[in-house]
């Protein structure tokens, strides 16, 4: 499979009518930090993506504030115990269809279980990966929701 484009994933967003923009940078948004740099918002707007993998190849996809880290046990516990790790690169690639770094909250190659921490919705839009490394995806937390029908849970490390 060929990797996705941000051109993929606004046809995925006009397909399903969503309430979503993709933004183009002027400089790399590799890292929360180069995102909210880029976009002139604070951290905990970016959002990031994250694909863990069990040992039997199950995949869940966790969204985090750009400001938060996942904590393993608690993304353990609302995954039913099962034991996951942070996916590598090349699994990232070929699961998603994106790079990552760049990697989008909605739009994947494969459906996906996906799990949003709670702080995520606190806020009234988030930017997220747009398919590559100089296109943001301005979205509002419950339309990742309503697109991939996440569940809500507290995966986040506490502060």
Not at 118 to 137: F, H, I, N, S
């Amino acid at each position: 499979m060929s990797a996705r484009t941000p051109e993929d994933l606004a046809a995925f967003l006009s397909r399903r009518a969503a309430r979503a923009r993709l933004l183009p940078a002027e400089q790399p948004t590799r890292t929360v930090e180069e995102a909210a740099r880029a976009l002139g918002v604070s951290q905990h707007q970016i959002i990031k993506s994250l694909l863990f993998s069990a040992e039997d190849g199950t995949c869940v996809l966790a969204i985090v504030r750009g400001d938060q880290r996942v904590d393993p046990a608690r993304l353990q516990a609302a995954c039913g115990g099962k034991p996951l790790k942070l996916a590598p690169a090349r699994q990232v690639l070929a699961v998603t269809g994106y790079p990552a770094g760049a990697t989008p909250p909605v739009g994947h190659a494969v459906p996906l279980r996906v799990l949003v921490d709670p702080a995520v919705l606190a806020e009234p839009l988030v930017y997220g990966g747009g398919g590559d490394e100089r296109t943001m995806l301005e979205i509002s937390p419950e339309e990742i929701v309503r697109l991939t029908g996440a569940l809500v849970a507290a995966i986040a490390q506490p502060t």
